[in-house]
């Protein structure tokens, strides 16, 4: 078993996570996990390195064929190497996306709360975002279908993000086909930002919308990596797999001088945690549930006006504080009297100014520590 307990100062080694507040504040923002890569990753990385030419990068045949046989293996998903384009990240993925395939004043359906860069997207293009919110209920978060129906007559692409950030959802078999029907009805563009896929809890199978059927592989952009999963996202490697040929060319050739080649490094790290790091893989997963349940259990016992309505994957907790009816947004709150700096629900969409995201990807004693903060801010105020 790995150990993922021990907790290792990351200050002062460019950590973006671990910048962006004073030293007296535990971050618990970014999705990035407090855990060291895989010892495999390091590995090949060292390796590599011993062959010190560090040009522009291109994925090795090895790769692809890795990456068409794990897609095989875990979603049954037959895809050819030439489906794959290697990119530096899922979000220019799916900005090169709409670039390519809408034109200015399209509509592009999102569901609410969402990762703030898929908000913001549309509108780097001219397009009109169409927001349908997510469903919260104590079983979980579900789709209005009316809703959706409704809204994907005027969209021209649906930007999907399965499992969901922040929420953690995981889109079942059933909600996907009743989407990539839904799609073919309106002929909506699917992009699907899959970058959660590995991070799935509690025996849960992740599901590519792409493999539904062959009209959603034809109409799907899929975008993947391994960053989220072995915390290498940092190296700036990421892939899109793309069957239809005429949406992958129109794709790649909205790079438009702006989406450079991959990380070299980048690319040796995807293949060998895809290749070597499968049992770190099972472990950090099993650490990361057990830190949702234990992130559960604390706040039902110490902070019950908190909503959070467990995630079936990433390691990422919606919190909804309205309940707590605090004097400020609680990331404010939380940073200021606790000293703990999450993500802001606003980030998410404007109406979840109530909300928080909280990373649990890291050491349990610094997730007891973020919760002690949490409850410590709370009882000062009732002083
Ligand atoms: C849903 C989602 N998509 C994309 C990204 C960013 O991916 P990349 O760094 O590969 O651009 C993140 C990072 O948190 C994410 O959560």
Redesign the pocket.
Known sequence: MVDFDTVVDRRNTGSSKWSKYPSDVLPMW???MDFPSAPEIVEAIKKRLEHPFLGYGVAREELSACIVADLQAKYDWAVSPEDIVF????????NMALKAMLSAGDGVLVQTP??R??LNAPAHWGLTRIDSPLVATDDGYKLDLDDLAAKLERSKAFLV?N???PTGKVYTREELTAIATLCERNDTLLIS?E??CDLVFDGRKHVPVATLSSDAANRTIT?M?A??TYNI?GL???FAVIQNKAIREKFTQCRLGMVDSVNILGLEATLAAYTHAKEWKADMLAYIQANRDFLSAEIASYLPQIRLIKAEA?F?AWLDCSALDLPSDPQSFFLQHGKVGFSAGSDFGAEFSNHLRVNFGCPRALLQEGVNRMVRALQARSL
Do not use: R
């Open positions: 970014v999705a990035d990119l530096p990240g899922v979000e220019p993925g799916f969402v990762y860069p898929i993000c499992p969901q950030n930002d970058i959660h975008l990596s960053a989220k996202a700036k490697a990421a990433t990422l």
